[in-house]
């Protein structure tokens, strides 16, 4: 059996994509790679270098679809990347051990600079020069590998896996790249710069995001410079994302930075592209989206008039607590400033990343009559309310699990609003010893801290 993978691609070094577009038939054949790239190689030399020699696009694109359907009469085709199953390639392959310095390459560039060592053991399997650079996929990425001339599966933080068919391919394509002008393997990072796009956001294996190898630490300021360049006709409304090796530990981490991105993005009108969300998004909830669910609703009042006639805010007391408490510099963002009802003040937590399975709990519910306290909702204010600025910059609660006495109850999934909201839930009636703790589970990412940040939250019973 022979597999093929046909390609559309064009040149990534130019802005135009009307000038340089290649349709040229870039494959993998395990079993018979030289006889079909000889076949080919004259259409590509026509077709990619259009100095050399101009051809209409529509004579072009028929050579192109009578090449393609006799390669697809000898095979099954397939565009998914390499073979890979459970983040590793699964045919034989090299290792390379990235050193720290390449790791951050990676991050970067979604290239590393390969050193001596690496390149001479390659050198043994191969029997042909070793590009300088090693371009960098990642085991969701399951997409087509058309003009990925030399590439390699980043399995984990310091591990890059190459397959051996691609290295027995670079020997017999030795000499054929330098072909397609633009294509050629870069030799530093000056080459990898200009072929990358604006679009293009790299998370690094500890959660930093980076716009042609500068690392961004402001979104705002990352959607300026996209605004700005004249590419943006060619790439349409899309940012690209791009996701390190990803493990159970890191997951929740990289997902946050990942809805981060297209939180703000899609609200700036934008599509995201990414091999990361199907695959991974949402496994963190899993447990708990079988839980009955609901969503809060924005309101125009201000939290303190719901004390009229609302017997939980008037004539109740209880106890707050959370697990972690945030300080910065001589500021402390205790719990209590979750109930002090001043907007410009905040709980934020205290853990590194984004406060994922924090909790903050209620507990020793006491009212004036002496009777069960009911609860069936929450007023709250939601992230850093002080200015609109911090707002942004810090994160915010997407959801809550609602645990009574450490039983899941309820999923609680909160607006991205600058206002007061409410949500309710079915009637729960509390004795004095009952806690009610509610988890983060989920986040709308701040576009420059981690912190997870809220104004205000009280507890809340509404009359039906």
Not at 3 to 22: A, E, I, Q
Not at 44 to 66: A, D, P, R, W
Request: hydrophobic share 35%.
């Amino acid at each position: 059996m022979v597999d093929v993978t046909l390609g559309v691609f064009w040149d990534r070094g130019s802005r135009s994509l009307y000038k340089n577009v290649m349709f040229c038939t870039f494959f993998r054949l395990r079993n018979s790679q030289a006889k079909a790239c000889g076949y080919l190689k004259e259409i590509c030399n026509v077709g990619v270098n259009h100095q050399k020699k101009e051809i209409s696009m529509t004579k072009l694109i028929v050579k192109f679809i009578i090449i393609a359907s006799v390669l697809i009469s000898t095979g099954n085709t397939h565009a998914d990347g390499p073979p890979i199953e459970d983040g590793q390639i699964s045919v034989p392959h090299q290792v390379i051990t990235l050193s720290a310095k390449q790791i951050d390459q990676a991050g970067q560039y979604r290239y590393v600079l390969l050193d001596y060592e690496q390149r001479e053991k390659l050198h043994k399997i191969a029997d042909a020069d070793i590009p300088l650079m090693l371009e960098i996929i990642t085991a969701p990425y399951n997409d087509c590998t058309c003009g990925m001339h030399f590439y390699g599966l980043w399995a984990a933080n310091d591990e890059v896996q190459i397959s051996n068919d691609l290295l027995g391919y670079l020997k017999k394509l030795d000499g054929h790249l330098e072909d397609l002008e633009g294509y050629q393997p870069p030799e530093d990072f000056k080459t990898v710069e200009e072929r990358m796009s604006y679009r293009n956001l790299n998370i690094d294996i500890y959660g930093n995001v980076y716009q042609k190898g500068v690392k961004v630490n402001n979104l705002i300021q990352a959607l300026d410079v996209i605004k700005n360049q004249p590419e943006k006709d060619m790439w349409g409304n899309y940012i690209y994302v791009n996701t390190p090796p990803l493990s159970k530990s890191s997951i929740p981490t990289i997902k946050n930075v990942y809805i981060n991105i297209k939180d703000f993005f899609s609200k700036e009108g934008f599509k995201i592209f990414a091999y990361f969300e199907n695959e991974y998004i949402g496994n963190e909830l899993s447990g708990y989206n079988r839980l009955p669910t609901f969503s809060a609703e924005k309101i125009d009042q201000k939290i303190e008039e719901y004390k009229n006639g609302c017997s939980i805010l008037c004539n109740t007391t209880w106890n707050i607590k959370a697990s972690s408490t945030g300080r910065w510099k001589n500021d402390t963002y205790d719990v209590s400033l979750l109930n002090d009802h001043l907007i410009d003040t905040a709980w934020i937590e205290g853990v590194p990343g984004h406060g994922i399975n924090e909790k903050i709990t209620f507990s020793h519910f006491k009212n004036k009559e002496g009777k069960p306290v009911l609860l069936n909702g929450f007023l709250l204010y939601n992230g850093f309310q002080k200015s609109k600025d911090l707002f942004l910059k810090n994160s915010r609660v997407r959801s809550f699990v609602l645990c009574l006495n450490n039983r899941p109850m309820y999923l609680l999934k909160l607006q991205d609003v600058m206002n007061a909201q409410k949500i309710t839930f079915p009637e729960i009636k509390l004795k004095s010893m009952d806690e009610i703790m509610l988890k983060i589970v989920d986040i709308y990412g701040g576009i420059q801290y981690q912190d997870t940040a809220i104004s205000l939250l009280f507890p809340y019973y509404e009359k039906k």
